[in-house]
């Protein structure tokens, strides 16, 4: 059974930074592809990130590229989500995701385990 566990989110000034972990149990980990998605209020649920089972591709959703990096350690079994140069516009709740069935991020995957989810709120 495969269980993921964020953390890191919190409270930052716009401009700031934040870095999120997602601690992810069970054996697929490191052939599997890990997404980070964000839930604003009112608004349906994003793709912010992704990344390969190895870390050597990356996508980015429009709205962050060249703001956030995901990157993984499989030694660790955690994937991370650095948030640069936040905006009140991120706000939101965080949650990681792990496709088990592919190793290479994909248009229209479906990722099958979810996270928790952590808050990350951005003032202005």
């Known amino acids: 059974q495969v269980q993921l566990v964020e953390s890191g989110g919190g409270l930052v000034q716009a401009g700031g930074s934040l870095r999120l972990s997602c601690a992810a149990s069970?054996?697929?980990?490191?052939?599997?592809?890990m997404g980070w998605f964000r839930q604003a209020p009112g608004k349906e649920r994003e793709f912010v990130a992704a990344?390969?089972?190895?870390?050597?591709?990356?996508n980015y959703a429009d709205s962050v590229k060249g703001r956030f990096t995901i990157s993984r350690d499989n030694a660790k079994n955690t994937v991370y989500l650095q948030m640069n140069s936040l905006k009140p516009e991120d706000t939101a709740v965080y949650y990681c995701?792990?496709?088990?069935?592919?190793?290479?991020?994909?248009?229209?995957?479906?990722?099958?385990?979810w996270g928790q989810g952590t808050q990350v709120t951005v003032s202005s």
């Open positions: 995701a792990q496709d088990p069935k592919v190793m290479v991020p994909m248009l229209g995957q479906r990722y099958d385990y």
């Open positions: 069970g054996r697929t980990f490191s052939s599997s592809v």
């Open positions: 990344i390969s089972w190895s870390g050597g591709t990356t």
